[in-house]
């Protein structure tokens, strides 16, 4: 190899060959760094999506408080005041069986109007907060003598936003709900625990049960449109929702919230 | 180069070659069909270099027809393989018909032209079509979705030891005769060369069938 076509045709031949490699080397790595970046942009595009749902969620239930509110309202200031008022006239009338039949219907028709206000939108959530008026609906609903509903609450308590103490309270008001209409509970107890940077939420009963959804199964319309609710509620509230059986009937209902890391909605 | 040296290396692809298939054949029921061809054709692989070296030598039989008679079933293999990959109906002609065109000429060419020479124009046609059958495989990875990566499919690897393989030696086989020719002193370099990649590209079948005893058939046939 020392004449010069033949160092010649060695450099051609290293060089060609050099070129070869480097571009097959090249198509090789293209094809990872392409298939990265194209999964990168599906992962993103994905992430969109899901903010999307969830500020689509947000709004349809932001969209439902306010309407529950405008309701609870008009029956509170225009029915509750219209009947007060009939109530008031009532009183001033000729005593005699009618009338008095009239003011026990009238007294039933604004405690129904009230009730119905109250768990529309309870005044308690916005004037004294998510823990008031969780004991406030424990204790009506215990008021009637047919079930006992407790409440509790142990460690620090921390401060939580408007958004928040709304979700919680429906979360709690439709876990005890369901537990009164499907599982016939006779006992509910609901639980908050401050725990380190979480808050848990427990509804406890010695109800029937019912068959909950596996832990990584989408909850659907096959599990009714309350548990849907709470799931969406749950998810808002970036928190994670559990179901387990209880001892020795009944279901727990655990809903734990991070508090340092929640993402307001 | 020593000798030595030339026949160290002969000797590492041979048994590299060995390594690929018996990973190939000891993960045999895991393997997809394609790479149960793949198997098969580094077994051959195997057995012509073996054949060559220790049947034909010692009895001092011209060992390129061990080579000659392995470049045609190489080209089939590796055809039928990626037809399998690719999955498209679309290409059932054109591999059919280049199949056939370039055995045929790989029969004419041992038989009548090169013969018992190393049957350079066979090996450097049928690189090229492997080349570019190889580079169409990592265009048709690009295009199509795919929901994991590439470098966990074991066919990917296969591809990337036969795309290092085909690109580094389709000079050497076109350059063959005129380095017979002109530089047959040096020869040794360039089959030396060639070996080294083969080794390289071994390595790369040896991972490609190591990962697929992990995972499932990545490139099922469409026949399965």
Redo the contacts between chains.
Sequence with gaps: MTDNPDTYFVLLFVAGTAVMLLMAVAIVLFVIFHQKKMMKEEVKQQRMELDYQKKMLKAALESQESERKRVAKDLHDDVGMMLMTLRVNLNDQTNNGVLEELRQLVDETHESVRRISWDLMPTTIDNFGLFQSVQEMCDRLSRNGKVQVTYSETGQRQTLDKDQELLLYRIAQESVSNALKHAHALKIEVRFEWIDDSLKLSILDDGVGFDFPTPHAKIDGRHGLGLYNLENRVALLGASLAFEKNDPTGTIVSITTPLSTHEPH | MELETYFLITYTLRYTSLAVALIGLFRWSRLSSPLKIFTILKVLSFLSDFVAGEVLRPQKIIQNHASSVYQMFELLLILWMYYLVLANKKLRIPFTIGAILLTLFGLINWIFIQKAEINSYTFTIDSLILLVVV?YY?HW??AT??KS???NNSF?WV??GL??Y???T???FA?ID?IKL??ID?LIFFLAFHNIMGIIANLFFFYGLWIAGRTKPDAPSPAS
Aim: aromatic letters at 16%; charged letters at 10%; proline letters at 0%.
């Design positions: 580079i990592f990875l690009v979705e795919k990566l590439s470098i990917y591809s990337t795309a290092i085909f690109s580094a389709i000079l050497l350059a005129y002109t530089m040096n």
